[in-house]
C-alpha cells in the first residue's frame, strides 16, 4: 500500500513495464505477465444422472503486473472454475495457465499471491489477528512488527475492535472482511478476489473498493470476478466478459462508456409531471432524454419545481457491454438485476 496514486486515464493499459511482445490473442504483453492463461479447457466429468459440463472453452488472456481485471459474467458463466485453476486447486483439461512466468502447478508461482473464495470458510475458533499472523507467517512477508501490522490491516476493514474476538458469530460480512485483510496483510504482488463483495452491506463495498484501487494505485496485480460491474467498474483497467466458458470480449471502462447512447435519465423529486417523465416512486419523477436537450430538461425541471436528484446514463453499463457482445437484446441480459 501506500504509493503514489494513479488514475486509470495515467496507468498503461496492461500494466506497468509492457514490452511489445504480443499474445495470440493480439495483446501487447509482458514477459512474464502476471497471469497467462493459453487456451485453457475444462470439462468436468459426468456423475450419476448428470451429463459432462464444459465450464471452459479455451480462454486465453493476459493480465500484466499492476494491471487490475475484472472477470465479469453471469451465474454460471465459468468465473469460479478459472480462478480455481488459477489458484492450482484444480487441473484443467487443456492448456496452460501461469502466474508471473510459472506454471500454476508449480507451488512457487503461487508465491505473494493473495486470494480470497466467493465464501471464505475461516476457523471459528481462530481470532482474526490469528489468521492474518498465520498468513504472514505462511507466505514469509517480512513486515516488521506483525502485530502492529495486523491490527493496521484489520483497522482498515473495520475489524480492529473484533481483532481478538473468535470468529464464531461473526456475520458473513465480517467474515468476508477477515478474508480479504487477510489477503492484503500479506503484501501480494497478485491479488485473486472471487467476488469480492459479495456479502458485503454498502458502506462495506464501498470501503472495500476503496482499499482496492488504493492497492492497484500501489501497483499490485489484482484479478477479481463479479457479476456486478457496477460495484468495481471504478478501480478496473480493463473486464473480460465470460459468457457460457467463452472470454466473449475485452474491453476497457473508457471504452464502454464510450458505447453508451448519448442519452441520459433525469431523476426529480416533488414538483409537477414534466412532458415524458413518469412517476417511479412516491414523488420521485424520471424523465428520459438526448444528451443535446440536458440542459433543456435541466429548466424544465427547475420550472415545474422540480429537485434534480441524480442524472446517469440511460442505459448501465452492464447493458451496454452485453449489447456491445451481443445481439441479444437488453432485457435479455442474464445479468443481476443489482446493477440496474
Ligand atoms: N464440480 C463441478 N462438477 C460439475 N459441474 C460443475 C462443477 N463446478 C462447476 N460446475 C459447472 O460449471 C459451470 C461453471 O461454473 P462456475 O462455478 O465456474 O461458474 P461461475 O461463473 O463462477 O458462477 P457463479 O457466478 O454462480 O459463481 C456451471 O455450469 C457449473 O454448474
Redesign the pocket.
Known amino acids: 500500500m501506500g504509493g503514489r496514486k494513479r488514475s486509470s486515464r495515467e496507468r498503461p493499459q496492461g500494466g506497468r513495464q509492457q514490452r511489445n511482445d504480443r499474445s495470440r490473442t493480439g495483446e501487447r504483453v509482458e514477459m512474464n505477465p502476471a497471469i497467462h492463461i493459453e487456451n485453457l479447457r475444462k470439462t ?1 466429468p459426468a456423475a450419476w444422472r448428470k451429463p459432462a ?1 464444459e ?1 471452459l472453452r479455451g480462454v486465453s488472456l493476459a493480465i500484466g503486473e499492476g494491471e487490475t481485471f475484472g472477470f465479469i ?1 453471469p ?7 478459472l480462478i480455481k485453476i488459477l489458484i492450482g486447486t484444480l487441473r484443467p483439461t487443456a492448456g496452460e495457465a501461469r502466474l508471473f512466468g510459472r506454471p500454476v502447478s508449480d507451488a512457487a508461482a503461487r508465491r505473494g499471491l493473495g486470494f480470497v473464495p ?1 465464501n471464505p470458510s475461516l476457523q471459528e475458533f481462530l481470532t482474526p489477528y490469528e489468521i492474518l499472523l498465520m498468513g504472514l507467517r505462511l507466505h514469509g512477508a517480512k513486515v516488521g512488527d506483525e502485530r502492529r501490522h495486523c491490527l493496521a490491516w484489520l483497522e482498515r476493514f473495520g475489524l480492529g475492535a473484533v481483532a481478538d474476538s473468535p470468529l464464531r458469530g461473526f456475520s458473513k460480512g465480517m467474515m468476508q472482511r477477515t478474508a480479504l485483510a487477510h489477503a492484503l496483510a500479506v503484501k501480494p504482488r497478485l491479488l485473486i478476489l472471487d467476488e469480492p463483495l459479495s456479502g458485503l452491506d454498502p458502506v462495506g463495498r464501498k470501503d472495500v473498493v476503496d482499499i482496492l484501487d488504493e492497492y492497484r494505485g500501489a501497483g499490485g496485480a489484482l484479478f477479481f470476478s463479479s ?1 456486478v460491474l457496477h460495484d468495481v467498474e471504478r478501480i478496473a483497467d480493463r473486464f473480460g466478459l465470460i459468457h457460457q466458458g467463452e472470454l466473449l470480449t475485452i474491453r476497457s471502462p473508457q471504452e464502454i462508456a464510450a458505447d453508451q447512447t448519448g442519452r441520459y435519465v433525469l431523476r426529480y423529486r416533488g414538483g409537477a409531471l414534466i412532458e415524458g417523465s413518469r412517476e417511479v416512486r412516491a414523488d420521485i419523477r424520471e424523465v428520459e432524454g438526448d444528451s443535446s436537450d440536458l440542459a433543456g430538461m435541466l429548466v424544465r425541471i427547475h420550472a415545474a419545481g422540480g429537485i434534480l436528484q441524480e442524472v446517469k446514463p440511460a442505459m448501465s453499463l452492464e447493458t451496454v457491454f452485453f449489447r456491445t457482445i451481443s445481439s441479444a437484446p437488453a432485457d435479455a441480459s442474464p445479468f443481476a438485476r443489482e446493477d440496474r
Open positions: 468436468y459440463k465450464a459474467g451465474n454460471g458463466a465459468g468465473k469460479s472454475t466467493e457479476h
